[in-house]
């Protein structure tokens, strides 16, 4: 792998273009849409200069930035005009690492998070059965009998009342119990004369000896095996309300970590039909979804909005459930070290498996350990590629990123530059982890966490992203995280470990410009003269604002390839 590669290094400041502004004269077709009035940083250099008043696209492209006055004469009776009225438009915002699909589930799903009672559940989620296809399993999560008046747990027969036939499974906040109606039960053959599998229990009706619908651990099992895979209609719902939700936020563009061929298939039927919102580049599910995938990958133009750019693997756990693999004990657990998911020669192969295909990958690796694996995989792996088949440009041009990228051993960062290997991190998970992070590592290991810098310092690009639904889907908690190394009310005081902190330009182009280079696409994240037109525009300044005042910021407007995609 050449050790040094173009599209890693951060760009240097490059002056917009010069536009060619000259009143009248102008044999240029007019604008399709002008944005005029506002705050509009172009970062045409890493500063986010040059600021501007206006902007006028046209085919989804950015073709003049200037004085709104300007940028008016380049419009006609056909263009749309958007009065920005004051607000701020910033290079849309992009996640770099996040699961549309997992969301979608999650919103197809009651929430029963914080319910009062067993009836305010299953209000809840008749709330929810009235959105879905009539018949089709009801499931939700989040209840906790412990909170309820009284608190006990709850009957099958509350939701038969309620649903009738249709079958419904709800978990419990922690997923180590379930809630289901008769009709559940019946689906998966469970009866009075039922036993309770291993590791499990089927709770009864101490008179009748018939189940009550309250199915512990390995009981679960019993009706999750039997409700159904989601339908092709099923996923392109999930798919179309998670979008819709992600654009709400300001989102343009999400970097899908790890989908089902059925799940592409989706995306595709999403993109080629035109309902598409916002821009997704896509990686394969691990080894299962490459073997069964039939093609290569798809790295159309910059104004497409779907890529399929590379595969997703993993090396270890989290941090959280001690899963990550470190190279030395657990700081509060002597004696474990975490797991690697699969072998370091088995990380390699598949590497090389996905490179042999012109694929790129992207590896969750989360602890010093996974971290040190995932580097050398991808260093054995490529090169391995590159060796069977020559430095040919499906090869040559992978971008390979480690997914998380929380602990890792000083010695190992020089690493990412030599080898070319993309660090792509997510903001709101420093700030999630930092209360507990310094138990598992300890006062040495815990300043190789959550090291930005250390990735800015060696002028490598770092794309942030937020993990969604794991985390919140706003980017703006991601961009507020960046800059303070604070939870959203200020804790603690100056920031964790605050030398880490991104100034407000770098988080800024984590979620643009360097998003678009992980992609390969140059064109995206930044609005000169040229690039794709995806804006963010803002009710006030995300440049300038008191950190605490980006929570606040509502999303006034999302335009994706030139296209107003909100409201
Ligand atoms: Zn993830």
């Known amino acids: 792998m050449p050790p040094e590669k173009n599209y890693l290094r951060r760009r240097r400041n490059s002056l917009l273009p010069l536009l060619a502004l000259m009143a009248g004269g102008c044999a240029d077709p007019p604008a399709d849409l002008v944005l005029v009035n506002g705050t509009v940083y172009t970062f045409g250099s890493d ?16 073709v003049a930035a200037g004085d709104s006055a300007a940028i008016r004469r380049l419009a006609d009776a056909g263009t749309r005009m958007l009065d920005l009225e004051g607000a701020t438009a910033i290079p849309g915002l992009s996640d770099a690492h996040a699961h549309l699909f997992n969301l979608g ?41 412990n909170d ?35 009709a559940a039960l019946a689906a998966a053959g469970i009866d009075a004369d039922t036993p309770d599998p291993e590791g499990g229990e089927i709770l009864r009706d101490p008179q009748t000896g ?21 339908t092709a ?55 299962p979804a490459l073997e069964n995938y039939q093609g290569s990958p798809v790295r159309p133009d910059a104004e497409s909005l779907l890529r399929l ?28 070290r975490g797991l690697l998911i699969q072998s370091h020669a088995e990380l390699t192969l598949r ?67 030599e080898l070319g290997v993309i660090p792509s991190m997510q903001p709101t998970h420093c700030t999630s982890d930092m209360p507990w992070a310094p138990d598992r590592l300890g006062p040495e290991r815990v300043k190789g966490a959550y090291a930005w810098r250390e990735f800015l310092d060696r002028n490598l690009i770092l794309p942030l992203g937020s993990d969604f639904p794991v985390e919140q889907v706003s980017p703006l908690f991601g961009l507020y995280a960046a800059v303070t190394r604070q939870t959203p009310d200020g804790q603690p005081p100056g920031g964790w470990s605050p030398e880490h902190r991104l100034t407000r330009a770098e988080a800024v182009l984590g979620f643009t410009a360097w998003a678009g280079e992980a992609a390969g696409v140059p064109q995206w994240g930044r609005l000169r003269s040229g690039d794709r037109a995806d804006v963010t525009v ?8 008191a950190p605490a005042e980006l929570l606040e910021l509502d999303v006034r407007t999302v335009i994706v390839d030139g296209r107003i995609t909100f409201p």
Do not use: C
Not at 53 to 58: P, Q
Not at 210 to 230: C, S
């Open 47 to 62: 500063d986010g200069s040059p600021v501007v008043e206006a902007l006028a696209i046209r085919d989804g492209a950015v």
């Open 105 to 145: 589930r999650s919103l197809s799903w009651a929430d029963l998070r914080g319910t009062r009672s067993a009836a305010e559940a299953v209000e809840r989620t008749a709330a929810l059965a009235a959105e879905l296809p009539d018949g089709s399993w009801l499931r939700g999560r989040g209840w906790d009998q």
């Open 148 to 182: 309820w008046d009284p608190p006990a747990y709850p009957d099958r027969r509350l939701l038969d009342a309620a649903f009738g036939d249709r079958p419904v499974y709800l978990e419990r906040i922690d997923g180590h119990a379930g809630w289901a109606s008769s």
């Open 210 to 230: 018939e189940p009550t619908g309250i199915l512990i651990d390995a009981a679960e099992n019993l009706v999750r095996a039997v409700i159904p895979k989601p």
């Open 233 to 287: 209609t099923d996923l392109d719902r999930q798919l179309a309300a998670a979008a819709a939700k992600a654009v709400s936020h300001g989102l343009v563009g999400v970097h899908e970590m790890g989908v089902t061929l059925e799940e592409l298939a989706a995306l595709q039927r999403a993109d080629a039909g035109g309902t598409l919102p916002l821009r997704v580049v896509a990686y394969l599910g691990g080894a």
């Open 309 to 336: 750019e590379g595969v997703k693997y993993y090396a270890d756990g989290a941090l959280g459930s001690r899963g990550a693999a470190l190279k030395a004990d657990y700081s509060d657990r002597p004696g474990h």
């Open 351 to 417: 590497v090389k498996a996905a490179v042999d295909r012109g694929f790129s990958v992207a590896v969750h690796a989360i602890g010093d350990e996974g971290n040190h694996v995932a580097l050398d995989a991808i260093q054995q792996g490529h090169g391995a590629a590159l060796a069977d088949h020559g430095e040919v440009p499906a090869i040559t041009e992978a971008r390979h990123r480690i997914e998380h990228v929380q602990v890792v051993d000083p010695a190992e960062f020089g690493r990412f530059a």
């Open 538 to 545: 803002f009710d006030g300044d995300p440049m300038t604002v």
